[in-house]
């Protein structure tokens, strides 16, 4: 069955601090991998990644995917307290799966000042 | 380009009765993905239609139904409400072949 696994499930830290945030998958067929940032409302976008080794930016975010080792991380760097939030991971399966995203558990992050 | 929007935003109902949401996608969008997000299981697939078919289907029960009109838009429905069913409800909208863009959600009480 597919799976996603987050770790740690939460975390508190300072501003200023870097976090990095842990996904692994069990997924057949792996199409691509998602991280979304949830506060109090719908996910918003993050990162899709699909290849593996090649890192993408966002401002103090990045994220990188190993598909060999079935993980993604998500780093923040320089923390701010707007970054507390949960974060969700997500991986997109097989091509007859289009449209289905599994979900892990999500890392609640809580920056504190 | 306007997000995708979901009514009600808020639905308080009793067990048994049934209910409808309503999903409208990102213009162009053909695709629609629910899900149900609760505390204790996270976000979780329901269905997902494009081009009004449903092309994936989670593990819920048959209570749980939707369908996808001619412009996109989307409707869920829940019959024989129970408790369990107290959730936050997203969809989602892509063009079917990038990612996945999520509405505010509706939330809704099962009393």
């Known amino acids: 069955e597919d799976k996603v696994v987050q770790s740690p499930l939460s975390l508190v830290v300072h501003e200023g601090d870097t976090v990095t945030l842990n996904c692994s998958y069990e997924?057949?067929?792996?199409?691509?991998l998602l991280w979304y940032k949830q506060e109090k409302k719908a996910p918003t976008f993050l990162f899709m990644l699909?290849?593996?080794?090649i890192e993408k930016k966002s401002g103090r975010l990045s994220s990188i995917l190993d598909k060999k080792e079935l993980f993604s991380i998500l780093n923040i760097t320089a923390t701010q307290t707007g970054d507390s939030a949960v974060y969700l991971c997500?991986?997109?399966?097989?091509?007859?799966?289009?449209?289905?995203?599994?979900f892990g558990q999500g890392t609640t992050l809580q920056v504190k000042p | 380009k306007a997000g995708v929007t979901q009514t009600p935003r808020y639905l308080i109902k009793t067990r048994g009765q049934q209910v409808t949401l309503s999903c409208s996608p990102i213009?162009?969008?053909?695709?629609v993905s629910w899900y149900q997000q609760t505390p204790g299981q996270g976000l979780q697939f329901l269905f997902e239609?494009?081009?009004?078919?449903?092309?994936n289907k989670g593990n819920f029960p048959g209570r749980f139904s939707g369908r996808q009109f001619s412009n996109s838009r989307s409707e869920m429905n829940v019959s024989t409400l129970e408790l369990g069913d107290s959730a936050l409800y997203l969809c989602?909208?892509?063009?079917?072949?990038?990612?996945?863009?999520f509405g505010p959600g509706t939330r809704l009480l099962v009393l």
């Open positions: 989602a909208s892509s063009s079917g072949t990038e990612t996945q863009y």
């Open positions: 997924v057949t067929n792996f199409r691509s």
């Open positions: 699909t290849s593996s080794g």
């Open positions: 997500a991986v997109e399966g097989r091509r007859s799966n289009t449209g289905k995203l599994i």
């Open positions: 213009s162009g969008h053909r695709s």
């Open positions: 239609y494009f081009s009004e078919t449903q092309r």
